[in-house]
């Protein structure tokens, strides 16, 4: 028999599981309980993949050769659990209830695989940085965070329910949980392997920005080279003593035209060395 109630009603779970794994259940974020009468009770925070943004929610489920009960708030997780057939036996409800859950989650994984390689020529493509795009890794940074923890629950949960450890369901089934298991390891390591081309995307992106701020260093520094000896100049021209060019007529253009050629000295030098 089938109960489909609301996360308000996830006491009425103590008609099936002792009150030590009821709290159990509750203190973790994910589990999955092979009890020795033959059931499982999963829990597991669903996060959609469509918009990994949104709260996570809670989904509880205690499955038994006789018994389907389904606890869970979210909207698409009752859809899914509705459009499995009622009639089948609870653990092959389970089965197709977590592969409705995960069929078209390879596709949805393409689509941020695509976002992130649109962002990674974008930032090709940009003469300058700007903090535009630094945000936008951050959340996809944060995204696939979430998507991992998620893939990382249900890979644990298949994982357990295919060992069978109290030989709740047939052999037959048992292979069909074990390459239900194949694809949550297979959406983990899509997800982990993500995760590593945002890196390469972050860390491509702070090299632009490095070489910006290097660049703007080099132009500082060759307009201090330039001063310099315009300051030394200034300073020995400045000093409180009776110099000899003080009285001469040309004195004061002569230390302008020197002032000049020094600095198109300078440039020359600096342009010949290719440091701008």
């Known amino acids: 028999m089938r109960k489909m109630l609301e996360v308000k009603k996830i006491e009425m779970l103590l008609e099936y599981v002792s009150f030590d794994l009821f709290s159990r259940m509750l203190a973790n974020r994910h589990i999955c309980f092979a009890l020795e009468n033959g059931s499982f009770l999963v829990a597991f925070h669903f996060c959609d993949i469509k918009n990994p943004s949104l709260k996570d929610e809670r989904v509880c489920i205690y499955c038994s050769a006789e018994d ?3 606890v869970s708030d979210n909207r698409r997780c009752i ?5 499995v057939d009622e009639k089948n036996e609870p653990f092959k409800q389970l089965l ?3 592969n409705t859950l995960t069929a078209n989650d390879v596709y949805e994984l393409e689509k941020f695989e695509d976002r992130i390689t649109d962002l990674e020529d974008s930032l ?3 003469k300058r940085s700007n903090t535009k795009n630094s945000d936008v890794i951050i959340d996809i ?5 979430k998507l991992k923890r998620y893939y990382e629950q249900l890979a644990l949960i298949t994982e357990d329910i295919t060992e ?5 369901f047939s052999g037959e089934m048992q292979k069909r949980f074990a390459s239900l298991d194949k694809r949550m390891d297979y959406l983990l390591n899509s997800v982990m392997h993500l995760r590593e081309y945002i890196t390469q995307v972050r860390e491509a992106y702070q090299a632009q ?4 701020q290097n660049q703007i260093m080099k132009i500082f520094t060759v307009i201090t080279a330039i001063f310099l000896p315009l300051t030394l100049i200034v300073g020995w021209y400045g000093m409180n003593l009776n110099m000899p060019e003080y009285a ?3 004195g004061y253009p002569f230390v302008i035209i020197l002032s000049i050629i020094v600095v198109i000295g300078c440039m020359a030098v600096f342009k010949k060395q290719k440091w701008y």
């Open 248 to 250: 001469w007529s040309f």
């Open 68 to 70: 389907f009960v389904f």
């Open 164 to 168: 069978n450890a109290n030989r709740a």
């Open 124 to 126: 090709i493509k940009e």
């Open 79 to 83: 859809e899914l659990m509705s459009d």
């Open 141 to 145: 940074r944060r995204e696939l965070l």
């Open 96 to 98: 197709q209830f977590i």
């Open 209 to 212: 920005i490095d070489i910006e």
